[in-house]
């Protein structure tokens, strides 16, 4: 991965004529070359999940001598799509436990549910924020800008024309939904004379990086971007960042928008808002007043007609909530394939967020479809609590109808 690599790169520099010894693995690149860097001796390893455990089940690795842990994005290592691996490395294998080991955990974003998820790798730990978690600064000044989706391009071509200086263009980072969209739109932008490269989870491992290399170095200043660029990254220079298409949460849009206005330096975020993000617009909005920035007449609007969402802390509020119990198993499949866990299949959608269930198995999920809603999984071979589709479901005081999808 881009940002283990990144990380790797910044502690040689640390540990320069030292004699500490700093080694990186990551998927996507040779385990050869990265086994014969370990077999010299590690000091640091820099890895990410699914490589370190295929180290460990190698056993190439042993985790005995640890006394230093730190999870960079914690809260994306222990959702759902990391948090098996992390169990895994933290506690099946021969890791010293909490108390003998130091853990630190970082992030810009920090949901209660995955503070409390993180609790279990911790002893006696320190929450230390700085500034308000999950928020923005004012260094990045925000804008949002009413765009139909058919108007999306010459709009950006428009931005992109106007903080270009005398031809030359600042380095830019758009961020779009999808992989094949970052293609599309970076084969767009290039046959319009604006040099452009895309970074996404299609691409190897080396076309990221020299990508990332050729975005830095200015020959290709714009980079197109999924959200694989959002968190991170630390690369410097960059004045702008376009969300082409914006996410469906407010703590990924943070991460986005602090790809500039970093270190201390002065930035411009800039997103194009429509009718299908009107489930951000209460977050957006109240974001952006948190950060001192003017916030648009119409974003007000479309945050007052908002019937659904979370309040600015990404807290629940306290509203009837609709829960819908999915039983289709193939759907389930086609939809949560990526997280390994094809056996669990009865899924409760709480909109309003990440709301609380008491029936939960499962932890924490991503957003289904385009609403705000916390996904909880129960595995399918677990009968004991799960409600029938005529039952209903106690939720924080709440007894919403449960129905079948």
């Not at 999950?134 to 949002?144: A, E, H, N, P, W």
């Not at 830019?172 to 319009?192: I, P, Q, R, Y």
């Amino acid at each position: 991965m881009c940002l283990a690599s990144q990380i790797h790169e910044e502690a040689k520099k640390f540990a320069y004529q030292s004699g500490v010894r700093v080694v990186v693995a990551y998927g996507g690149a040779p385990i050869n070359l990265q086994l014969r860097d370990l077999e010299r001796g590690v000091d640091i390893l820099v890895a990410t999940p699914g490589r370190l455990v295929d180290l460990l089940e190698r056993a190439r690795v042993s985790l005995q001598m640890i006394r230093y842990l730190a999870l960079d994005e914690a809260d994306r290592m222990l959702d759902m799509g990391f948090e098996p691996q992390i169990r895994k490395i933290v506690q099946q294998m021969d890791m010293p436990p909490p108390g003998v080991r130091q853990t630190m955990l970082f992030s810009a974003t920090f949901p209660k549910e995955i503070q409390r998820l993180a609790a279990d790798f911790l002893s006696n730990y320190v929450f230390l924020a700085v500034g308000r978690v999950g928020s923005s600064t004012d260094l990045i000044i925000q804008r949002v800008e009413y765009v139909l989706e058919t108007d999306k391009r010459s709009h950006l071509m428009d931005l992109l024309h106007a903080r270009s200086d005398h031809g030359k263009q600042a380095l830019t980072l758009v961020f779009v939904e999808t992989k094949k969209g970052a293609d599309s739109l970076e084969h767009w932008l290039c046959m319009n004379g604006f040099p452009a490269t895309a970074i996404h989870g299609d691409r190897t491992q080396q076309e990221r990086e020299y990508a990332l290399r050729s975005f830095k170095s200015g020959k290709t200043p714009i980079l197109v971007a999924t959200d694989v660029a959002a968190r991170g990254l630390d690369i410097p220079h960059v004045s702008h960042v376009v969300n082409f298409d914006l996410p469906n949460d407010i703590d990924d849009y943070v991460h986005r928008i602090g790809r500039t206005g970093r270190a201390g330096k002065t930035g411009l975020a800039t997103a194009f808002f429509n009718e299908n993000n009107s489930s951000l617009a209460r977050p957006l909005a109240d974001l952006m007043q948190e950060a001192n920035q003017e916030v648009p007449a119409w974003l007000s609007r479309f945050a007052a007609q908002s019937s659904f969402g979370r309040n600015r802390r990404g807290e629940d509020r306290e509203e009837d909530l609709a829960v819908v119990v999915i039983f289709e198993e193939t759907l389930f499949q086609q939809r949560w394939k990526w997280n390994g866990l094809l056996n669990w299949k009865v899924i409760f959608t709480l909109r309003l967020g990440l709301a609380r269930c008491d029936l939960r198995c499962g932890n924490v999920g991503k957003l289904w479809r385009n609403s705000w809603c916390g996904c909880f999984i129960v595995p399918s071979d677990v009968n004991k609590g799960c409600p029938s589709p005529d039952s209903t479901l106690s939720l924080k005081g709440h007894t919403p109808k449960v129905t079948r999808a």
